[in-house]
């Protein structure tokens, strides 16, 4: 492990005014927004969509690193150049979805735990050699009726925490992504509280399994209401809950912090990080905090790429990169 390399590339990554795209949509998942929109669902569909988004000019301007898909990483641009290749030529850390999906947890109806440690070595050095810096491992925790039991989120934590070991092993970055769902009708309050005990369950696994923790990316998701809520927490109340809860768990030593969207919309995703931001500035917050976002970058984009397979795709997709990019120095509303 060289602890450089791992600082040096965990600190790239969440560069001032640039964040990480999340283009690491399994096949299954691609292929349903695709049919959403009327799109034909194939291999040559998934490329030309995906090297759309990386050709997009000037994004390297607001994109510090994306995240690929298995598929992804094996194939080329419609130019002909590996899609990690190509990232890197423009400044862009190339990175590589891991883990093998959110699976029942077994004795806890309802949970899940996500799976794919078994091989995970081996997958880890050839995926270094095609040019991946960096890796992402989902872990999912639902609120609703007992959950999530202590059971689950241990369970996830551990394999988190094994998950980066292995990545550090390699020189490459681990994301570590805990994210306590939105789906439900559970309050702002109990999105808090279910964040922060994953959260410190998540740092003690790392610390437990010798992960260097000034080598990695957290990606959480932003203490919010649930999505059926009848109480919506403010933009206000969601980057105040959402900055305590951090300043409880996460150690100052962690270089960055790249939110999901969790299933947000466009503007709320960018209004949230924003105002976060904002509040991180006036409280001196010790880490870099920016977005790692799939949706909430790449929906609109995707509908007109579907329609027309117009330079209309580009500019929507260059549009929300540039307006997350403000937001995540806090000066989103003064740009726009």
Same mark, same amino acid.
């Given at each position: ?10 600190? *790239?990554?969440? *560069?001032?005014?640039?964040? !990480? ?35 997009? @000019? ?25 899609? /990690? ?8 850390? @190339? ?45 999912? !925790? ?6 999530? #039991? ?46 922060? #005990? ?21 990606? @959480? ?35 960055? !912090? ?16 924003? /105002? ?8 001196? /917050? ?49 740009? #726009?």
């Amino acid at each position: 492990m060289n602890s450089k390399i791992l600082q040096t590339t965990a600190q *790239a990554m969440v *560069a001032p005014a640039k964040g !990480i795209l999340a283009m690491d949509e399994s096949k299954p998942t691609c292929d349903k927004r695709f049919a959403a929109l009327g799109i034909p669902t194939t291999e040559e569909n998934r490329k030309s969509y995906r090297s759309m988004l990386v050709t997009t @000019p000037d994004i390297e301007q607001h994109i510090s690193a994306a995240i690929l898909f298995d598929e992804t990483i094996r194939q080329e641009t419609n130019d002909g150049i590996p899609f /990690a290749k190509h990232l890197e030529a423009r400044g862009i850390i @190339p990175g590589i979805k891991v883990d093998q999906g959110a699976k029942a947890l077994a004795g806890y109806e309802g949970e899940k735990v996500t799976e794919g440690l078994d091989g995970l070595r081996e997958r880890l050095q050839d995926y270094a050699a095609m040019g991946a810096r960096f890796a992402k491992w989902r872990a999912v !925790i639902t609120i609703g009726g007992d959950m999530p #039991s202590a059971a689950c989120i241990q369970a996830n934590a551990h394999a988190l925490a094994r998950y980066a070991a292995l990545c550090q092993e390699q020189d490459i970055v681990p994301i570590v992504e805990p994210e306590v769902l939105m789906d439900g009708h559970h309050s702002i309050d109990d999105c808090y509280e279910v964040t922060e #005990s994953t959260q410190n369950e998540v740092f003690s696994q790392l610390r437990m399994q010798g992960v260097q923790l000034d080598g990695i990316v957290l990606k @959480p998701n932003m203490v919010i209401s649930g999505s059926d809520c009848p109480d919506q927490a403010d933009v206000y109340t969601v980057a105040n809950r959402t900055l305590a809860c951090l300043k409880s768990t996460v150690p100052a030593i962690v270089p960055g !912090i790249a939110f999901l969207s969790g299933g947000q919309s466009d503007d709320k995703a960018t209004a949230h990080l924003d /105002a976060i931001n904002r509040l991180a500035d006036a409280e001196n /917050a010790p880490w870099r905090l920016t977005f790692s976002y799939g949706r909430a970058l790449q929906q609109l984009a995707m509908k007109l790429w579907g329609e027309s397979q117009s330079s209309d795709a580009q500019q929507a997709f260059r549009k929300l990169a540039y307006a997350n990019g403000k937001a995540s120095i806090g000066i989103y509303q003064t740009a #726009s």
